[in-house]
């Protein structure tokens, strides 16, 4: 290792109660781990803890990102039947030369099926975690089209110091280099991409509000939601929750939300740049979950399924125009016509919250919200990445165009602008014979980069929106990854609206 510390993973990394769950471990120096295990929620509660777990020191795999660590368990974890769905953090320490050392691993313990203990079922956003993790190698941003999920999260992913620049979204004062983001991560010895993934920043701050206020949530991984299809519609759900950035998506895990919606139950996308990738998990482990996460992204014609009959399942943009998916079927947007907001020279000195144009609707009670008011900005609600629509007005007011999938009957209740990277204010350039990222946008969505098509999605918003399907379902939307971050105390009318949304559909 560059360092001595400690680092693990745990796997499987969903179970119910009653299963088991290894905890795989590196120590330098093969010294005993402290371990420490608590769901972590409205509050945190240890449920198991060890100060002595025996463990050796395993090298890291020059394949490791692609392939996983392949440690073996160092210490076998008896889920207890009683421990509530949720997110469970692992702590790991060792003692250095009398310094404490520590890393974080997790696992969920997710509902039994048909046996749900809450009306609210929330996904956390694993596979964009996985996507950007880049410890070992490679990740789906720097080349690679294949990683692990057997092997530790790299820092920052599951645990964050507090700090400026710990939000990736510029807050105050604008700033198009990011400079106080980018010094947050290299003081705290974080990785790169720690602020576009992970569990603090958007999922940790929803759930403590929302357990807080008195709302009982259920917790899955996103392979549970295809693994489990019957997750949703057999255990009773009344809400699914998509929350902060959750950009990765499996077909299975599309056409267990999609029929849940379709069949009368709801849907809340708090959430940003939500399910823009195709991607598919593949080779099974014999504890049953698939370890390998598969994206080919930009080199999607190196796919083996590209130029096949199986073109559907390519790991491209669900919006591209050889898959014929948009996301905007499921959510009413797509990031496709959104964009960034508050991030580095996009959008830069932006609001950083909606305008609203239809305060009359029921999500909006209580709030005090009049039309051209401008929601969340006291609290960056609307920031780092945004999902929209094509829309056009009438009288004054937005409404869909219906010709990039979004449902005819999507109501637009508030928008921000926000804008793709170009090949001059991408934060990481692209490569001189490489398309920018509202190029390679547009050739999926219209086969062409020509000047007239990347025109057609070169300004974006972010839409806050709502559907109704056809036996009752409703799908709300915030168009934006940063709405968690209006919780807690930052914005009444943010906190106002999310309350109307979980009690009225989450019951």
């Given at each position: 290792?560059?360092?001595?510390?400690?680092?693990?993973?745990c796997?499987?990394?969903s179970?119910?109660?009653?299963?088991?769950?290894?905890l795989?471990?590196?120590?330098?120096?093969?010294r005993?781990?402290s371990?420490?295990?608590?769901r972590v929620?409205?509050?945190?509660?240890v449920?198991?803890a060890d100060e002595?777990?025996?463990?050796?020191n395993?090298?890291i795999?020059?394949?490791?990102?692609a392939h996983?660590c392949?440690?073996p368990?160092?210490?076998?974890?008896?889920v207890?039947?009683?421990?509530?769905?949720g997110?469970?953090?692992?702590?790991?320490?060792i003692?250095?030369?009398?310094?404490r050392?520590?890393?974080h691993?997790?696992?969920?313990?997710r509902?039994?099926?048909?046996?749900p203990?809450?009306?609210?079922?929330?996904?956390?956003?694993t596979n964009t975690?996985?996507?950007y993790?880049?410890?070992?190698?490679?990740n789906?941003?720097?080349g690679?089209?294949?990683?692990?999920?057997q092997?530790?999260?790299?820092p920052?992913?599951?645990s964050?110091?507090?700090?400026?620049?710990?939000?990736i979204?510029t807050t105050?004062?604008?700033?198009p280099?990011m400079?106080?983001?980018?010094?947050?991560?290299?003081?705290?010895h974080?990785?790169?991409?720690?602020g576009?993934?992970?569990?603090?920043?958007?999922?940790?701050?929803?759930?403590?509000?929302?357990?807080?206020?008195?709302h009982?949530i259920?917790?899955v991984?996103?392979?549970?939601?295809?693994?489990?299809?019957g997750l949703?519609?057999a255990?009773?759900?009344?809400?699914?929750?998509?929350?902060g950035?959750?950009?990765?998506w499996?077909?299975?895990?599309?056409d267990a939300?999609?029929g849940?919606i379709s069949?009368?139950?709801?849907a809340a996308?708090?959430?940003?740049?939500t399910?823009?990738?195709q991607v598919?998990?593949?080779?099974p482990?014999?504890e049953?979950p698939?370890?390998?996460?598969?994206?080919y992204?930009?080199?999607?014609?190196?796919d083996p399924?590209?130029?096949?009959d199986?073109?559907?399942?390519?790991t491209?943009?669900?919006s591209d125009?050889?898959?014929e998916?948009p996301?905007?079927?499921?959510?009413?947007?797509?990031?496709?016509?959104?964009?960034?907001?508050?991030?580095?020279?996009?959008a830069?000195?932006?609001?950083?919250?909606?305008?609203?144009?239809r305060?009359?609707?029921w999500?909006f009670?209580?709030?005090?919200?009049?039309y051209?008011?401008?929601?969340?900005a006291?609290a960056t609600?609307?920031g780092y990445?945004?999902?929209g629509c094509?829309?056009?007005?009438?009288d004054?007011?937005?409404?869909?165009?219906?010709?990039?999938?979004?449902?005819?009957d999507?109501?637009i209740?508030g928008t921000?602008?926000?804008?793709?990277?170009?090949?001059t204010?991408?934060?990481?350039p692209?490569a001189?014979?490489?398309?920018s990222?509202?190029?390679?946008?547009?050739?999926?969505?219209?086969?062409?980069r020509?000047?007239?098509?990347v025109?057609?999605?070169s300004?974006?918003?972010a839409?806050?929106?709502t559907?109704?399907?056809?036996a009752?379902?409703?799908?709300?939307?915030?168009?934006?990854?940063d709405?968690a971050?209006?919780?807690?105390g930052?914005?009444?009318?943010?906190?106002?609206?999310t309350?109307?949304?979980?009690?009225?559909?989450?019951?």
């Open positions: 290792m560059a360092f001595e510390t400690v680092t693990g993973y796997w499987p990394q179970v119910v109660g009653g299963e088991t769950v290894g795989h471990l590196s120590s330098a120096g093969a005993p781990v371990v420490e295990v608590a929620g409205g509050e945190r509660t449920v198991f002595a777990v025996p463990s050796d395993h090298p795999p020059a394949d490791a990102a996983g392949g440690w368990a160092a210490f076998i974890l008896n207890e039947s009683t421990w509530r769905s997110y469970y953090e692992v702590v790991l320490e003692d250095v030369d009398g310094k050392r520590r890393s691993a997790f696992f969920v313990v509902p039994r099926i048909g046996a203990t809450a009306s609210i079922l929330l996904a956390l956003a975690w996985h996507a993790n880049d410890f070992g190698g490679r789906l941003y720097t690679g089209t294949q990683v692990s999920l092997r530790p999260m790299a920052g992913y599951l964050k110091p507090p700090g400026l620049g710990r939000r979204t105050v004062p604008p700033d280099h400079a106080a983001h980018v010094g947050y991560l290299a003081l705290n974080l990785s790169p991409y720690a576009s993934a992970g569990w603090p920043d958007w999922e940790l701050p929803f759930i403590a509000w929302a357990e807080q206020h008195g009982a259920d917790v991984t996103n392979p549970d939601v295809a693994d489990h299809p949703l519609r255990s009773g759900y009344s809400l699914f929750l998509s929350v950035h959750d950009e990765y499996s077909s299975g895990m599309r939300v999609e849940f069949s009368g139950g709801h996308f708090f959430s940003g740049n399910a823009f990738w598919r998990h593949e080779d482990t014999p049953g698939t370890k390998t996460m598969v994206g992204k930009g080199f999607f014609k190196q399924v590209f130029g096949t199986r073109v559907s399942e390519l491209s943009m669900w125009h050889l898959i998916r996301e905007n079927h499921m959510t009413g947007v797509s990031f496709a016509r959104g964009g960034y907001h508050r991030i580095g020279q996009r830069t000195a932006g609001a950083g919250g909606y305008t609203v144009h305060p009359d609707h999500i009670a209580n709030t005090g919200i009049g051209g008011d401008v929601l969340g006291a609600a609307v990445e945004c999902d094509d829309f056009t007005y009438r004054g007011l937005p409404y869909p165009t219906g010709t990039d999938g979004t449902p005819v999507f109501e209740l921000a602008p926000a804008a793709h990277f170009t090949r204010t991408a934060a990481r692209p001189p014979n490489a398309p990222e509202v190029e390679f946008i547009a050739a999926r969505l219209f086969g062409s020509a000047n007239e098509d025109e057609r999605i300004y974006g918003h839409v806050l929106g559907y109704t399907s056809a009752g379902g409703v799908a709300i939307t915030s168009g934006s990854t709405w971050h209006g919780l807690s930052r914005d009444p009318q943010i906190e106002q609206i309350t109307n949304i979980l009690n009225r559909l989450g019951t």
